[in-house]
């Protein structure tokens, strides 16, 4: 069973800045999507960036110049960097793997954005 544990969620204010990881129990090449995703109260599960292994990574318009996705090979872990943080930024962040077009979610970390 594949393992992930997210982190680093947590209370910033507009115009701040959050590092999510989310370290995985498997090597990162066992997978064949990477992603974040996140639901804010009363919405529907959104994808925020995801990347297909050997493709290029894909942003959500409302994120695009402001989130970065990166990984760790060696770690066998994913970041999100989060930056300008808008208060409809807030949700909670989930961490998504694929292997077998079986998907695999961490538990989720929160992100609140509030002056």
């Known amino acids: 069973q594949v393992q992930l544990v997210e982190s680093g969620g947590g209370l910033v204010q507009p115009g701040g800045s959050l590092r999510l990881s989310c370290a995985t129990s498997?090597?990162?090449?066992?997978?064949?999507?990477l992603g974040w995703y996140r639901q804010a109260p009363g919405k529907e599960r959104e994808l925020v960036a995801r990347i297909f292994i050997g493709g290029s990574i894909n942003y959500a318009d409302s994120v695009q110049g402001r989130f970065t996705f990166s990984r760790d090979n060696a770690k066998n872990t994913v970041y999100l960097q989060m930056n300008s943080l808008k208060p409809e930024d807030t949700g909670v962040y989930l961490c998504?793997?694929?292997?077998?077009?079986?998907?695999?979610w961490g538990q989720g970390t929160q992100v609140t954005v509030s002056s």
């Open positions: 498997e090597s990162i090449f066992s997978f064949s999507a």
């Open positions: 998504n793997v694929r292997r077998f077009n079986i998907d695999y």
